[in-house]
């Protein structure tokens, strides 16, 4: 390649080349009109119009010659120019052909009417085609006709992930995108893809585990909850009534035995009795509330608030529907853990006064919302917390409601107390049900 330096040496021999030339033909030519004059006039060289002549001849060949320069000297600064221009991308485009081809990213452009321009041979290393066979194909005949539907325009498109035809038959997901250019006055496609088969293979493994491990998950709650029934029927009817029976035996041998000597050792028994049998009925309705599988949804929370409200002493005022409906069993139960971890720790921590519990049915969808008028909390920093393992109550929440398929909500502002809403869809809902005023139903403290 020649250097500028080279060049300009050139361009200004050429020049001075030319103006030599110019100057000898002029020259020649006013020796010609000279003679020419002189025979035809017969005017004499030494003649003041001869001279006049032949100076006003030098002075115009000599301008011209100038100009002639300056125009040729212009050009020639032009052409290097423009050689420099050119090779310049020459080189750049020697250079993003070479990223293109070694690439393995699928890189090609095609016309606006569907004829490649260029193809990289990573198309060969990916879908087995030879650039030459791509070359003659359609760039949306690739495309599987569902991803193209979705699409759109095949000229361009935004980001997005679809399936490219291979030589075998198969299909390959690839992530990419094409846009238009303008070159040359010509509109132009360019389109870059990546492979993400492999990528989109784990991505559905992982989606498979997780729903795995959900539908486990749920099992396990429902084995949970069911051992937890199991446990409290024993504690209610079997250890339950082996004290009740204990007692009345005390009440039998006091009216056999007259124990009237010994009355305040008996009476110390009957209420070890009394607070042992308030105990386990206590932890049974804690495993599981009885009310739950015999009357519903509805009945239990009225239990859970009324003996929440006496232990206590919040206020608490019920929104429920006047009939009660049942719902699928791992819904209930969800609803029914929610409210009981709510109201502990509303009792524990909130130091609210009032809380509104409101269950509402409408349009196919199961709401829950529980409010106090509690000190709340800095949501960002409770978020901390959980990820801390130290706030672990609402996380629990949280992850029993996404587990039983609800979706969970929780709002808090310090100072403005604390909101926890959720919802179920009902497949098969029962009709929207008008609810009480909460009002109308305060349980009592």
Do not use: C
């Given at each position: ?143 599987h006709p569902s991803d193209l539907e979705r699409l759109g325009d095949w000229r361009s498109y935004p980001l997005s992930e679809f399936r490219l035809h291979t030589a075998g038959g198969e299909w390959k997901w690839v992530q990419g995108y094409r846009y238009l250019i303008r070159w040359e006055g010509h509109d132009y496609s360019v389109g870059i893809a990546r492979d993400v088969t492999a ?247």
């Amino acid at each position: 390649m020649a250097t500028p330096a080279s060049g300009s040496d050139w361009a200004r021999r050429s020049i001075w080349r030319l103006v030599l030339a110019y100057l000898l033909l002029g020259s020649v030519w006013m020796l010609l009109a000279g003679v020419l004059v002189h025979t035809a006039f017969d005017i004499h060289f030494h003649d003041m119009g001869m001279v006049s002549f032949v100076s006003l001849m030098a002075i115009f060949v000599g301008l011209s010659a100038l100009i002639i320069a300056q125009q040729e000297a212009r050009f020639q600064r032009d052409l290097i120019r423009r050689e420099r221009i050119r090779r310049i991308q020459q080189e750049q485009a020697l250079k993003f052909r070479l990223m293109a081809e070694h690439s393995v990213d699928l890189v090609s452009m095609a016309s606006t009417e569907g004829l490649h321009e260029y193809v990289s041979p990573s198309h060969q290393a990916l879908l087995g085609y030879e650039p030459e066979a791509v070359m003659n194909r359609h760039p949306a005949s690739l495309i599987h006709p569902s991803d193209l539907e979705r699409l759109g325009d095949w000229r361009s498109y935004p980001l997005s992930e679809f399936r490219l035809h291979t030589a075998g038959g198969e299909w390959k997901w690839v992530q990419g995108y094409r846009y238009l250019i303008r070159w040359e006055g010509h509109d132009y496609s360019v389109g870059i893809a990546r492979d993400v088969t492999a990528l989109r293979s784990m991505q559905q493994t992982v989606v498979d585990y997780a729903e795995r491990l959900k539908i486990l998950s749920r099992k396990l709650l429902e084995t949970q909850e069911n051992e937890r029934r199991h446990l409290a029927r024993e504690l209610h009817d079997e250890v339950g009534q082996t004290l009740t029976a204990a007692k009345l035996g005390l009440h039998t041998m006091a009216d056999l035995f007259q124990l009237s000597r010994r009355e305040k050792l008996y009476g110390e028994l009957v209420a070890s009795l009394d607070r042992i049998l308030t105990q386990i009925r206590t932890l049974s309705l804690n495993l599981h509330p009885s009310l739950l599988d015999d009357l519903g949804l509805v009945a239990a929370i009225r239990g859970l608030g009324t003996r929440m409200a006496t232990l206590s002493g919040l206020k608490l005022a019920l929104s429920l529907p006047e009939s009660d409906p049942r719902f699928p069993p791992l819904v209930e139960i969800t609803l029914y853990r929610v409210i009981q971890e709510a109201l502990n720790n509303i009792a524990r921590h909130a130091g609210a006064l009032r809380v509104e519990i409101t269950l509402t049915i409408d349009s196919g969808r199961l709401r829950l919302r529980i409010k106090d008028d509690g000190r709340g909390f800095d949501l960002e920093a409770m978020r901390q917390r959980v990820q801390a393992g130290s706030s672990l109550g609402l996380l629990g929440m949280e992850e029993r409601v996404q587990l039983a398929g609800g979706q969970f909500t929780l709002e808090s502002e310090s100072g403005k107390g604390t909101a926890i809403e959720v919802q179920f869809a009902l497949n098969d809902a029962p009709k929207p049900q008008s609810a009480r005023p909460a009002a109308e139903e305060t349980v009592p403290t």
